[in-house]
């Protein structure tokens, strides 16, 4: 990407929710020109919320949350060796307690998606702001967030498909349910530090930096370098923290 400063105070023609949204996948430089203008964010919110509940629906319906519960709880041996320790009875329970939490925490997604969008929003303002002297404001950047981690919805919706194209419930996994990065092609005896990162490379996840950067560099004012800086920095460290965790898991 060119390191130019992105001076763009406002689109040359106003867009609307829609235009904006075909056009971060076309012309990502439009929309986040037009943040300028306007901060609304309402409409990727809003399509976020809908693939959301789409695929929590197609789960429900397809495979059960209590075969999604047993799932996770497979393929974490640590979990698992402390439910095999409990009673009969006192296994049925845990198990059910963790279903429970597993449904109605996927269902609220879209409440959690806002503040990890208001927090990773504050994040980025305060990295361009601070580092590198940057203009962004907070309206302005949590819009870049909501648009551009629109990617994010394509893996859902891919995800909705492979539900119901018959997708063998024993092998589903939750926590990377589509083949969009490495580490769902993996073996799982592999250690869990590499499955980790190789999940961390994701085609969507790697868009959506992409995104964020064209935006961060736009409504920041800065640098493209030095947006990619922020944003690529960040997410290099919280896969790095998924890394370690991994290892010592």
């Known amino acids: 990407m060119p390191d130019a400063v992105a001076q763009p105070e406002a689109s040359t023609q106003p867009l609307n929710e829609i235009q904006r949204v075909v056009d971060t996948f076309i012309a990502p430089a439009r929309t986040f020109t037009d943040v300028l203008r306007s901060a609304s964010w309402w409409l990727p919110w809003l399509i976020g919320v809908v693939v959301t509940l789409a695929f929590a629906f197609a789960i429900q319906q397809k495979i059960g949350w209590e075969k999604i519960t047993e ?86 919706i891919l995800g909705i498909v492979t539900v119901y194209a018959g997708v063998d419930p024993d092998s589903f996994n939750l926590k990377n349910f589509v083949g969009t990065n490495i580490g769902y092609y993996l073996p799982p005896d592999l250690p869990h530090w590499l499955i980790a990162l190789g999940t961390s490379l994701d085609v969507t996840t790697i868009w959506a930096l992409i995104l964020l950067t064209i935006g961060c560099a736009i409504i920041g004012k800065v640098k493209k370098g030095q947006a990619a800086i922020a944003v690529w920095g960040w997410w290099a460290l919280i896969v790095l923290v998924k890394v370690v965790a991994a290892a010592f898991s």
């Open 71 to 156: 799932n996770t709880i497979r393929q974490s041996p640590a979990q698992m060796q402390r439910i095999q320790q409990l009673p009969a009875d006192q296994q049925a329970k845990a198990l059910g307690f963790s279903t429970t939490i597993t449904k109605y925490a996927f269902w609220a997604t879209p409440a959690l998606a806002l503040i990890i969008a208001l927090i990773c929003a504050g994040v980025l303002m305060a990295t361009l702001n601070f580092g590198f002297g940057g203009r962004a404001k907070f309206g302005q950047m949590f819009a870049v967030w909501m648009y551009g981690t629109l990617p994010w919805a394509i893996q859902g």
